[in-house]
C-alpha cells in the first residue's frame, strides 16, 4: 500500500484564505470496539453534547468566502441527531462569527471554550487563528480544520483537516518552516506536457509566501516560471493578463481569493491569453463557477482544481451521496462544504470511541496514530510528531477539470490513482 500525504495544492487554502486568502481509504476507520473500555457500563446520558465551530463568516474579504465549512459541518449534525445522536445524545453546535479578526477570534475561543464548554471545536475556518493557543493549553480537541495559517502545524491537539508529521511544539512546523510537496506541477507536466507555468499572488504575506513556495516548487520540476504580484488593494489584472499572454504561459497558479481569480480569468478572456489550465485551491471548488465566471468562457473552459478530498461531484461514490444528500438543501455544493461534513464525521467517530464522551477521550482518539478517511471522503490522514521533516513523500492527489455540461469531472482516475513520490519543499508560513 503506497503512503499517502496532504496534496501540496490543499495547502493553496493558506493562501486563498489570508490573502483576500494512498490510496484507497483501506483500514482508515477502526471499529468502535478497539476504543472501548470494557471494564464496566458505560454511563448513560441524555444530555445533549456541545461543539463549536469558529467561523470568519464577516471579515475583510467577503461574507461568504469562509462559511462553507460550516455549512457543511451544520448539515452533518442535523442528519446525525435526525437519526438519533451520538449514543442518544443530541449534538448541540454553537456558532462563532470572528469577523476575521484576531480580536474576534479570540472572544470566540473564549466564548466556547470558557463560557459553553464545548467538548470540541469543528471545522474552524478563521482568517485570523489568534485564539489557536488557547485551545491547545485548555486540551480542547480542534478537529478537521482548514489550515488557513500555521496553527494546525504549530500546536497539540489541533488537528487539521489534512493531517500534521510536525512536532507541533508551539513552534510552526520544523524550526519554524512549513514543507509542501510538488505533485501538482508533476502531475501537469506527465500528464498535460506544461513548461512554462505562471504563479499570481497579492502583495500580502501569505499571499507572497504561498507563491513563493509554488514557484519553488514548479522550478524544482523544471518549469520556466512567471511571476505576477498585484496590488491587494488595488490589482491591475489586466495587466498581469496581458503578461500571461505574452509570455505564453500553459498553467496559471494562484495565491488569490475566489472573486480575484474571478477577475483574473475575465482579464484573461479580454485580452485573448489561453491557457493549458488555470489551476485553481480547493477553496474555488464550487458549483457556482458558471456564475462566478459567466464573463469568462474561454478561462472558464480550461479550469483545473486540485486538493486532498474527493471531488464532491463523485456521486457514485456512497459517502459523497450521503454528503450530497445531506446537503440538498444548500444552493450551491463545494468541496469545502465537503470537508466540513467530513469534520463533523470525524468528530462523531471520535466522540462513539467513548464511554464517556469528554475532551480527553475525544483527544485520544485523535492522537491513536491510525489513518482516518471520513469513509473515503479525505485521503488518509494521521498525525505524527516527526523530529525532522520529510525529504520526499509518496503523495496523492484529487484532480478535476471544469466542464459546463458537468461541472467539475474528477482526473486521473480519481485521488488514490493520481500519486507521486516528490520532494518536499521547505516555507516561511
Wanted: with cysteine.
Amino acid at each position: 500500500m503506497r503512503r499517502p500525504a496532504r496534496a501540496a495544492e490543499a495547502l493553496g487554502v493558506l493562501a486563498a484564505g489570508l490573502a483576500l486568502v494512498a490510496v484507497a481509504a483501506c483500514g482508515s476507520r477502526l471499529p468502535e470496539s478497539a476504543f472501548e473500555d470494557r471494564s464496566g457500563p458505560a454511563p448513560r446520558s441524555t444530555a445533549p453534547l456541545h461543539v463549536g465551530i469558529i467561523t470568519s463568516a464577516t471579515s475583510p474579504v467577503g461574507g461568504a468566502t469562509f462559511t462553507d465549512t460550516r455549512d457543511g459541518a451544520q448539515a452533518y449534525f442535523r442528519n446525525l441527531n435526525g437519526r438519533g445522536g451520538i449514543q442518544g445524545r443530541r449534538v448541540e453546535v454553537h456558532l462563532c462569527d470572528d469577523g476575521g479578526s484576531g480580536v474576534g477570534n479570540t472572544s470566540c475561543v473564549h466564548k466556547l471554550v470558557d463560557e459553553q464548554k464545548v467538548v470540541a471545536l469543528v471545522a474552524t475556518t478563521s482568517l485570523d487563528y489568534a485564539g489557536a493557543e488557547r485551545v491547545s493549553r485548555a486540551r480542547v480537541p480542534d478537529i478537521g480544520g482548514q489550515p488557513i495559517g500555521a496553527a494546525y502545524d504549530t500546536y497539540p491537539h489541533l488537528y487539521g483537516i489534512y493531517g500534521s508529521l510536525a512536532p507541533r511544539d508551539g513552534t510552526p512546523g520544523w524550526g519554524g518552516k512549513l514543507y509542501g510537496g510538488t505533485e501538482v506541477y508533476r502531475y501537469f507536466k506527465r500528464e498535460h506536457g506544461a513548461r512554462t507555468a505562471a504563479v499570481v499572488s497579492y502583495n500580502q504575506a501569505a499571499s507572497a509566501a504561498y507563491a513563493r513556495l509554488v514557484t519553488r516548487g514548479l522550478k524544482a520540476e523544471g518549469y520556466r516560471v512567471i511571476t505576477e504580484q498585484l496590488d491587494f488593494a488595488l490589482p491591475n489584472f489586466r495587466a498581469a493578463a496581458a503578461d500571461l499572454k505574452d509570455e505564453k504561459a500553459d498553467l496559471v497558479f494562484d495565491a488569490v481569493d475566489a472573486h480575484g481569480n474571478a477577475r483574473l480569468c475575465e482579464a484573461m478572456d479580454q485580452v485573448g491569453a489561453r491557457v493549458t489550465a488555470k489551476v485553481t485551491n480547493v477553496q474555488n471548488w464550487t458549483s457556482s463557477v458558471r456564475s462566478a465566471y459567466k464573463d469568462a468562457p474561454h478561462c472558464r473552459a480550461s479550469l483545473w482544481v486540485t486538493g486532498a478530498s474527493r471531488n464532491y461531484e463523485d456521486t457514485g461514490h456512497p459517502a459523497v451521496r450521503a454528503f450530497r444528500a445531506g446537503t440538498k438543501h444548500l444552493k450551491t455544493h463545494s468541496q469545502w462544504q465537503l470537508e466540513g461534513w467530513a469534520a463533523a464525521m470525524w468528530f462523531t467517530d471520535a466522540a462513539r470511541s467513548c464511554r464517556t464522551v469528554t475532551r480527553a477521550c475525544v483527544g485520544r482518539f485523535m492522537e491513536r496514530g491510525a489513518r482516518y478517511s471520513a469513509d473515503g471522503l479525505l485521503l488518509p490522514v494521521t498525525f505524527a510528531k516527526h523530529a525532522e521533516p520529510p525529504r520526499t513523500r509518496e503523495t496523492c492527489l484529487s484532480v478535476a477539470k471544469w466542464t459546463d455540461a458537468e461541472g467539475w469531472a474528477t482526473q486521473g482516475g480519481g485521488m488514490t490513482h493520481t500519486c507521486f513520490d516528490v520532494p518536499q519543499l521547505s516555507y516561511q508560513p
